[in-house]
């Protein structure tokens, strides 16, 4: 996007990667910024968004993309797990819209553009929280959709790419495990 001439403002909790990759694309000619951020902390959305405002004028679109999906069957009682992905999947994307809606009305003008999964439409063993919060992702974007008029609402649901995400869904206990295979329809994880 930077590339196209876009300004862009990149957020994730690793901030060296994040400064990092801003000044790489303003190396190149971008704008961009990079501002540590974890989606878990609604003050880090509202920070992230003021940065593209106050640096940039506006914000025209936010991408809520990060996301976490451990795989473990329910008996495994891996409720820490449990909370994380309920914090960052589903909260962190709460905290976007809240820091980011007051934005777009004030605009008239935005894009929310939320990042779900195959695992929002069906579920396999291992996979049942994860599916959950993806799944209220999706029912959450639908809501906003119907409330929000002319702002833009964008689902993206990804079957299995392989990404950094693998190491975290796949713990090397559980590496070998029959559970962790990918759905053969959806290409889910
Ligand atoms: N890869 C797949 O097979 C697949 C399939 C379906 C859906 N998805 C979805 O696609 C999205 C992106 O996944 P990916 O495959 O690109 O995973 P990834 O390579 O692990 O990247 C996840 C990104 O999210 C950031 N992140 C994680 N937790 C965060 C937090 N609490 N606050 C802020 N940033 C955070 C990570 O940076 P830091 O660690 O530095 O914070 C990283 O930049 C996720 O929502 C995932 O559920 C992926």
């Known amino acids: 996007m930077a590339g196209r001439g876009s300004n862009v403002v990149l957020g994730a909790r ?23 951020t974890d989606v878990r902390r609604r003050e880090n959305l509202v920070r992230l968004v003021d940065t593209a405002v106050s640096g940039f004028g506006r914000l025209d679109a936010l991408v ?30 709460l905290h976007g819209i809240a820091a980011a809606l007051p934005v777009f009305r004030r605009q008239e003008a935005g894009h929310f553009v939320m990042v779900a999964s195959a695992a929002a439409y069906r579920t396999v063993p291992g996979q049942a929280v994860h599916s959950a919060t993806k799944t209220a992702v999706r029912t959450v974007c639908d809501g906003l959709r119907q409330e929000v008029g002319d702002l833009r609402v964008t689902i993206v649901s990804p079957g299995f790419v392989h990404t950094d995400f693998v190491n975290t869904v796949v713990g090397p206990e559980t590496r070998a495990a029959p559970l962790v295979r990918r759905d053969a329809d959806t290409g889910s994880l």
């Open 64 to 93: 809520d993309n990060a996301g976490t999906g451990p795989v473990s069957p329910l008996e495994d009682l891996r409720v820490d797990e449990w909370d994380d992905m309920i914090d960052v999947n589903l909260r962190g994307v």
């Open 14 to 36: 690793r901030g060296d990667r994040v400064e990092q990759l801003g000044a790489e694309l303003r190396h190149n000619g971008g704008r961009a910024v990079g501002v540590p």
